[in-house]
Structures are given as C-alpha cells and as structure tokens.
C-alpha cells in the first residue's frame, strides 16, 4: 500500500526537494521516542519531526514555551536511534535562538551533535534571519515554519488560522521567499488558508509541507498522538484521525486489570 513514487533508502534534504520537483507529497509525522520513532519509520514516513508539541502531548503543558533545550535533546536522540530512514528534523524550543544568532548557532549544534539530528525548525520569517544566517552558515539545514507560530502564542493570543488578512498574507509570502532565498531546505505553514498555502507552494522551489493549510502543498505533517487519536481533547478541522487509540488503550488495560483480579492472568503457559 505504497504511493511512493522512487524508493528512498535513505530520505535526505534533498530527496524532498527532488519529491517536489517529481509532483510526490511529503509524508511527515511527529515523534518523540524511540518505540514510537521505530513505528512510524517502518511504515516509510519520510519526515520525522521531534517537534517542540512535545511538550504538549509528552509533558501535559498547555503551550509549547516550557520545553527546554535539553529535553529536546532527551527526545530527538531516542528518535534518532531508531530511525533507518526518515530524515529526523528537530524543533529549536522557545527561549534557544531568539535572543542572539550565537545563541542560535550554540543550540543547533548540541541539536545536530548530541542528538545526531539530520536538521532543525525554527519559527518566523524576517525577525529572526540573522539567527537563521548564521545557523545555514555553519552548515546546517534548517526547515522554516511560517503562518501559526505555537512559540508566539501570547503574542496572537489564539490558535485560530493566520493571514487572512492582506498585509498578514503579503508578509507571509515575502518571508517565505527570504527563507528560500537564504537557504532553508523546506518551510512549514501552519493553520492559513489553503489558497494562500497553495500561493506559497508554487512561488517557492523549496517543499512546502502544510498543516490546516490544504491540500495545494507539496506535503502534510501531523502531531503523531492527534492522528491515532491518543489526544482526546484537541480536534481541529485540519485533523483527521486514523484510529482512536486512547480508548483502545484504555479497553486494553481494562481487561488486564480484570484479569489480574480474578487470577487469570499469568495461566500455566504465562509462568516458568
Ligand atoms: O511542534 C510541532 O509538532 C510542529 C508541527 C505542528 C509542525 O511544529
């Protein structure tokens, strides 16, 4: 059950931009850990991201921002060693490269380094292009994100989609041509309209990989929790879940609770 149009053994920088140039969408999934990480691999994902919603789905905090650098590191180099395939990109969390492009370099090294993750994300367009400058200068691939920013949020305020607005459209599409223009291997756009999404996708050379930004992209990213329905409380529009996961867990754990108190569990063949 394969879409896939070449075999990558290996998915590098530059496997996405030759996917986009061929027409192939862009499969990308968050993942956090190792178990996780080695399932999502098997199937052929292209793109694992260790995202900062880590600190979401992992740690229960209602907001991206408290993630620190080192538990990043925690998370990105469980996935690293059990990856085969993917390209494992790495979120730089909140408060690691916003306030000096030093800063930034310093913390996508210890990304690249201690984690052995293959390139890092950063949030924002033209506010933060010396950090990113300096970070693609040393070498370093870095995927932008553009559109709903989670690291802003007590800046916007809300979740709700970005760039309706003309002037909010324009400055997103000038940022996404500056983060080509600098380097960026890849941009992601999170919660604007499809029809802006699709705008970007085709000004830019580089892979556009959308999340509630539609179908026109050149791929699609999900948090892995929300897609197999671990999450219960988070349901967007743009999300679609392909199992329901919490409740069968909960099922699962039911019956070895049952078993265990009525003394089925372990039976003969269970025991040594
Ligand atoms: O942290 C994350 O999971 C992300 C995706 C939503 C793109 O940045």
Redesign the pocket.
Known sequence: MSAAKKAYKRVTTNSLIEMKKEGEKISML?AYDYSMAKAVDAANIDVI?V???ASNVMSGHET?LPITIDQMLYHASAVVRAVKRALVVV?LPFGSYQSDPKEALRSSIRIMKEAGAHAV?IEGGAEIKDSMTRILNAGIPVMG?LGLT?QSIYKFGTYSVRAREEAEAAKLIEDAKLLEQLGCFAL?L?KIPAALATKVAKTVRIPVIG?GAGNGVDGQ?L?LHDMLGLTTEFSPRFLRRYMNLYEQMTEAVLYYINDVKSGDFPNKDEQY
Request: glycine letters at 6%; a negative charge.
């Open positions: 968050t991201l995202g900062d919603s991206t979120d994300k994100h989670p992601v999170e999340i990213v948090v």
